[in-house]
């Protein structure tokens, strides 16, 4: 019913834009009057008839809330990409809606009906917990509208439960560790103890990271999410004989991990990996010293070597004053792959069959590097081994240690129905 | 398990023991005296950390940064109690529970809007950098030691405070039964002041303590405090030795339960169990003793 | 209750006359996302009120409601994968485990009061929280999608927003009746009179204790009943929906609307749901905010919005 609804009343709904972006002040990114004019002019001819003559963009992040760093972040990356777009996505004016997911997964769904059914935007994309992503996708599939996931998704999503208005331009889970496990074998690892936080990401990132690896896994352990004190897990470590782990912890967490296995004295003795969920830029100030020579894997980091990487780098950095991280990253490549979807498709993404083909392109250049979807809408890209190290300044930076898989898929496509 | 395991994990049951001590005596102090339950209480214990990292920038002396940590702490807590408090404790619970988790969001989203979201650095005193041979295999954290010791210093402090001042003995009156002071001729209205404040620093040198441990950052006091409220109830409200117990208790029994449980019962029934103890513990307590462990009034 | 002068009554009757007639009109403006802040409206109603039989009357402050909540989420979750989806099946289920639940925990919660009473409440919902927290093939902290939504008879599905927003309506309509018949009831007379003045109670030869436990199983399961609306609402259940905190937003609604008068708690439903979709629109920080409008609402608004309309504000 929705679409219907929504051609038909395209037209009086583009005109009255120009008045809501005036009344919705904070939360609507008017982004420039004079395209808001442009879209009401631009009615008058029936050329528009097919192709909207403005788009309404829907970003969804948690902008509040304990995992509002996640979102602080993503919009770093995404106001970039305004900035880098000029006001147009794919050669059309557009406007942006944004919502705020709280890092709740029902209030993640109250927001989607506001961005959907009140502000009825055309697109959709962010969203920052693994949670949200699973509440989320069935009531923008039930809209059939097409969205963009900044973050990294769930397996079921991948498989079973993919759909096709899901777009993940960030990674799945377990594609960002995986690889993990032969280097760490490669790096004299003989027994591993494997470690994470106890929800879905935690077990797929510690089962993806056991995948390769040749030598004895000494300990699969989880600890409960609010844990802050592992105290008693690095005894554990220690007492296991371990002379490698690999230990998946995002946010507060993380940041509580690396300074206590630093202070533990453990640092050069037993060897710490991770994916970049555990030491990346926006945990840099709170980690401190204590985070080098850490091993991360990663999809995207702020020394990869391309000419739209060190654009976007050098902007974020003379905007934010310090690297990107991944989530930033990943935000900005989002908006790119809509832009060029849209452009593809001359503006006219009411043609759903020839927009999600174009999705399917990704014709864009992506600030990590190869990038192209798998049947299942998942990435299939590259990831990498990277460490932190120390810059002459003292600040803290990934450098590239290896690239761990080339033009790789997850491993759930077959699962899903879309061929 | 070895025996430099269960060593060295009694002494990291014994450490989180103590910080939870440090949180649950304010508990039990502000409920035992003005008869105030304070669900901002984990907000005090954030404030400590967030005010050690802000003066450690300003302040390269770690003692002094303590102190300053401290004594911001205290005007934070004369203003609240001032401000917000002080009606409060005439009031029944439910406006108590509810005030008190209106001042927590709102405390907890101000530092946000003061030093941003992402978490603050703060590093441990360098002559507490380092580790100590506990047997011939085993090394432990000096920090953590250190964290043991504070803590059981400001314990032993408060014990004097209480058990040899005069303050201390109207404390305790109060604590024991809240009409008695003002029976006593004392000026309750400082007296209160003086509790809040010194429960505030309580929870706020736990704050500065586990700053260099964990992420400072919005609403770290939090999880501290459910457990806090948990060890409160199966030691007796109002009851200081019921509160060093059940810390010690919950610390220990949270340290090793986490290896028990799961051997016992398999990762996932043994991970429910371990993560849910506290709380199983505290039902089966109430179950047996209404009013906790040392409690000789209902609440 | 107290007698209200006529005037406060009559102010009353309007109101509530009004905002009933505003929420039977939204859902046929084809609005579907003001039509499930109506539905969401009437789950949260629903919710305080069956807390309010507990914190109003009988005194009972319970920092676990989210509990019974939550076992309501996941049955209306769960038993579409055993292929049952009849809300007369589901509701009457979840209502039972909920009671169940509420019945066993209460033989020892009730034991407890005061403080004690507030935490091992608490400590109970943490139980449940942990328990669906650990159960990995239902996605454990990620929670799941609901394979099926609810169906009425005559197989009208609640997650058609409209159908869900007139059944929730229904419901509460029915519970602020029920509410209302029992606290009026013997029954009710002896719980307010438990709170009230338990010894004097006890020189009575009456013991609050049983009926305090059957006051707080039919809390529980009225709470359950909120439960599959909300699962219905979001079609998604998880942890989420039975932690700590939508246990204080609970207690929050009713105290914002006035404990102990059925209609105030409603009341604080309806405005808290406002508060938090206009505040958060306003402001990423509105949870500053909403801290603030906690503690004036305790410190300045005694007798709670149900005060501010019957005119009972003063102090």
């Given at each position: 019913m929705h679409p219907m609804v929504r051609t038909s009343v395209s037209a009086a709904r583009a005109a009255m834009s120009a008045a809501a972006c005036a009344a919705r002040s904070s939360k609507v990114v008017a982004l420039s009057a004079t395209f808001a004019v442009g879209t009401v002019l631009g009615l008058a001819g029936p050329a528009q008839a097919q192709a909207p003559a403005s788009i309404r963009l829907g970003f969804i992040a948690a902008m509040s809330g304990p995992l509002s760093v996640v979102g602080a972040e993503q919009k770093r990356g995404f106001d970039l990409a305004l900035d880098h777009l000029g006001g147009k996505l794919g050669g059309v004016p557009f406007e942006v809606v944004q919502g705020d997911s709280k890092a709740n997964p029902t209030a993640t769904v109250q927001e989607l009906s506001r961005l959907i059914d009140k502000d009825r935007v055309d697109i959709l994309t962010g969203l920052s917990t693994s949670n949200e992503l699973v509440a989320a996708i069935k009531p923008i599939s039930d809209a059939k509208l097409f969205f963009v996931g900044m973050n990294g998704g769930p397996a079921v999503l991948a498989g079973e439960q993919c759909s096709p208005w899901y777009f993940n331009a960030s990674f799945q889970n377990g594609q960002l560790t995986a690889g993990m496990g032969a280097y760490m074998s490669k790096a004299g690892v003989k027994k591993l103890y494997l470690m994470g936080m106890d929800y879905e990401a935690g077990h797929e990132h510690t089962e993806a990271a056991k995948k390769g690896f040749t030598g004895e896994v000494v300990a699969h352990a989880f600890t409960p999410i609010p844990q802050v004190d592992f105290a008693a897990d690095i005894a554990r470590i220690r007492a296991s004989g371990a002379d490698g782990v690999f230990a998946f912890y995002p946010g507060a967490p993380g940041i509580a991990f690396v300074r206590q296995w630093n202070q533990a004295g453990l640092n050069g003795k037993i060897a710490l990996f991770s994916n970049i969920a555990l030491s990346e830029p926006t945990v840099f100030q709170a980690q401190g010293k204590t985070a080098l020579g850490i091993v991360v894997s990663a999809n995207y980091f702020a020394a990869i070597d391309n000419p739209r990487n060190r654009r976007f780098v050098q902007d974020f950095r003379a905007k934010f004053g310090r690297d990107p991280a991944s989530y930033a990253g990943l935000a900005y490549d989002s908006m790119m792959l809509i832009d060029a979807a849209v452009r593809e498709v001359k503006g006219n993404i009411r043609d759903q069959a020839a927009f999600r083909a174009a999705l399917r392109h990704a014709n864009f250049e992506s600030v990590r590097g190869p990038f192209r979807f798998n049947t299942n809408q998942q990435p299939i890209q590259n990831t990498y081994v990277t460490q932190v190290d120390q810059r002459p300044d003292g600040s803290l930076w990934l450098r590239q240690v290896s690239v761990s898989a080339e033009n790789a898929p997850d491993e759930f496509a077959a699962k899903c129905s879309m061929k | 398990m070895t025996g430099g395991l269960v060593l060295e994990q009694a002494f990291n049951g014994l450490q989180f023991g103590m910080i939870l001590f440090l949180m649950a005596?304010?508990?039990?102090?502000?409920?035992?005296?003005?008869?105030?339950?304070?669900?901002?209480?984990?907000?005090?214990?954030?404030?400590?950390?967030?005010?050690?990292?802000?003066?450690?920038t300003k302040i390269t002396a770690y003692p002094l940064a303590f102190v300053a940590a401290l004594m911001l702490t205290a005007v934070a807590s004369v203003l609240l109690e001032v401000l917000v408090m002080r009606p409060l404790y005439r009031m029944g619970h439910l406006d108590q529970v509810l005030a008190t988790f209106g001042v927590s969001i709102a405390v907890n989203e101000a530092v946000i809007m003061i030093w941003g979201r992402e978490a603050m650095f703060v590093a441990p005193p360098e002559w507490l950098d380092g580790t100590v041979a506990l047997t011939d295999t085993i090394s432990y954290p000096l920090y953590r030691l250190a964290i043991t010791g504070v803590a059981a210093l400001a314990g032993l402090a408060l014990w004097l405070l209480l058990a040899r001042t005069r303050l201390g003995m109207r404390i305790r009156a109060g604590a024991e039964n809240g009409d008695i002071v003002g029976a006593l001729g004392v000026n309750v209205r400082l007296l209160f002041i003086g509790v809040f404040v010194i429960s505030s620093l309580l929870a706020a040198l736990g704050g500065v303590m586990l700053g260099p441990l964990i992420a400072v950052q919005s609403g770290m006091g939090d999880p501290l405090l459910i457990l806090a409220l948990a060890v409160v109830v199966i030691g007796g409200v109002g009851s200081l030795k019921g509160a060093l117990v059940a810390s010690l208790a919950v610390g220990l029994l949270d340290t090793f339960g986490r290896m028990i449980w799961p051997h016992l019962m398999g990762n996932i029934i043994g991970n429910i169990v371990a993560n849910a103890s506290v709380y199983i513990l505290m039902a089966l307590v109430i179950a047996v003793r209404p009013s906790g462990l040392f409690g000789n009034h209902a609440a | 209750m107290q007698p209200e002068s006529n005037l406060a009554s009559r102010r009353l009757a309007i109101a509530l006359g009004l905002l009933l007639a505003i929420a039977l009109v939204v859902p046929l403006l084809g609005q579907p996302y003001y039509t499930r802040l109506v539905a969401r409206m009437a789950i949260f109603g629903?919710?305080?009120?069956?807390?309010?039989?507990?914190?109003?009357?009988?005194?009972?402050?319970?920092?676990?409601?989210?509990?019974?909540?939550?076992?309501?989420?996941?049955?209306?979750?769960?038993?579409?994968?055993?292929?049952?989806?009849?809300?007369?099946?589901?509701?009457?289920?979840?209502?039972?485990?909920?009671?169940?639940?509420?019945?066993?925990?209460?033989?020892?919660?009730?034991?407890?009061?005061?403080?004690?009473?507030?935490?091992?409440?608490?400590?109970?919902?943490?139980?449940?929280?942990?328990?669906?927290?650990g159960l990995r093939m239902l996605g454990g902290d990620d929670g799941f999608r609901l394979p099926a939504p609810t169906l009425l008879p005559g197989g009208a599905s609640l997650a058609n927003p409209v159908v869900l927003a007139y059944t929730m309506l229904g419901a509460l309509v029915l519970a602020v009746w029920f509410a209302r018949r029992l606290s009026e009831s013997h029954f009710g007379q002896v719980v307010v009179a438990a709170r009230d003045n338990e010894t004097r109670l006890r020189a009575m030869g009456l013991s609050a204790y049983p009926y305090r436990l059957v006051l707080y199983t039919i809390a529980s399961a009225l709470c359950a009943l909120a439960g599959v609306g909300f699962a219905n609402l979001v079609e998604y259940a998880s942890p989420a929906s039975m932690s700590w905190i939508v246990s204080g937003e609970f207690l929050f609604m009713v105290i914002l609307g006035s404990a102990a008068t059925i209609i105030g708690p409603v009341l604080g439903a309806v405005v808290f749901v406002g508060l938090e979709q206009i505040l958060s629109a306003l402001t990423e920080h509105w949870l500053f905010w909403l801290g603030i409008i906690l503690v004036l609402r305790v410190l300045l608004l005694r007798q709670g919005l149900y005060g501010l309309l019957t005119g009972r504000g003063q102090r």
């Open positions: - | 005596v304010g508990v039990t102090l502000a409920f035992g005296v003005m008869n105030l339950i304070n669900l901002a209480h984990g907000s005090m214990l954030m404030l400590g950390a967030y005010f050690i990292a802000a003066a450690a | 629903i919710a305080a009120l069956s807390l309010d039989l507990l914190v109003g009357y009988a005194g009972l402050v319970s920092f676990g409601h989210a509990a019974f909540f939550g076992i309501g989420v996941y049955c209306a979750g769960l038993l579409p994968m055993l292929g049952v989806q009849q809300v007369w099946v589901i509701v009457p289920v979840a209502m039972l485990v909920a009671g169940l639940y509420g019945a066993l925990s209460g033989l020892i919660s009730l034991r407890a009061s005061g403080l004690y009473f507030i935490f091992i409440t608490l400590a109970f919902a943490e139980i449940v929280f942990y328990i669906a927290q």
